[in-house]
């Protein structure tokens, strides 16, 4: 028997958050961005949210191409996306007052990024007593609408840092700014972190990026064969390329 989700009869596709990478279908027509030729993207097509500035949403294909909407123009391709939206709305407005720990990652931290580099935040959270005596269990991670601000819970953190995890590692040691002193005391205990774990930590981080660009190269070698397959069966996932 199938699992239905409940309780979403109340919820407006049209008004979710829409965190990026989230996957949607386009309401309207409308022109691919950059295009000379004028090429025209049908309504009903299917893409991952890219950008989202204000009420516009930039939308990637999955041949590459982009387009950009106003939010009403889109609606959250599963009705699962939108509880899941509204949720994690929730937890980054009523959780991100509890970061005790907040660094500035990525290009701007190593003195590499240029006027178009976004700021990538990540950092710890503490989570309130009442959140860890109920039921349900609660978030272990908080991410901003446009991804561009992560932060873990600070049970999570720890078990990264134990295991070396290459993210984990680079936000404790990149100027992190202490906003609390439960984050101080974390920082004060960073070195233990530090074994030979690394090594194979950030070998398995090197390997897996060779990995992922191997498989976007055959990816790209392949995809007018793959347009062919949404053109005959459009309910294919976007995953299943």
């Known amino acids: 028997m199938a699992l239905r989700l409940g309780g979403l009869g109340d919820l407006d596709p049209e008004a979710v958050p829409l965190p990026n990478g989230t996957e949607v279908t386009t309401r309207v027509d409308r022109l691919i961005d950059g295009t000379s030729e004028g090429e025209l993207r049908l309504q009903g097509a299917t893409g991952r ?5 204000a009420d516009r949403v930039e939308v990637v294909f999955l041949d590459g191409k982009r387009a ?27 959780l991100r007052p509890c970061v005790v720990i907040d660094t500035v990652v990525g290009s701007r931290a190593w003195g590499v990024s240029d006027v178009g580099s976004d700021e ?26 446009d991804g561009s601000q992560s932060y873990w819970e600070i049970g999570k953190a720890v078990r990264q840092a134990l295991r070396a995890d ?4 680079e936000m404790l040691f990149a100027s ?12 004060a205990m960073r070195e233990g972190f530090l074994s030979q774990e690394i090594y194979g930590a950030f070998g398995r981080y090197a390997l897996s990026q060779l990995d992922r660009l191997e498989h976007n190269q055959r990816l790209a070698e392949h995809r007018v064969t793959i347009i ?3 053109r005959v069966d459009p309910s294919l996932e976007l995953d299943a390329a």
Do not use: C, H
């Not at 950092?123 to 908080?142: N, Q």
């Not at 290459?166 to 590692?169: G, I, M």
């Open 68 to 94: 950009t909407y106003l939010r009403s123009e889109v609606t959250p391709r599963k009705l699962g996306v939108v509880r899941y939206a509204y949720r994690r709305a929730a937890a980054w407005e009523q």
């Open 49 to 53: 949210v890219a950008k989202l500035e």
């Open 228 to 230: 062919d397959w949404l």
């Open 120 to 145: 990538d935040r990540r950092g710890v959270f503490v989570l309130p007593t009442a959140w860890t005596t109920g039921l349900v269990d609660p978030p272990l991670d908080l991410n901003s609408l």
């Open 166 to 169: 290459p993210n984990t590692l």
């Open 176 to 187: 992190p700014e202490v906003v609390d002193p439960m984050g101080a005391e974390l920082i």
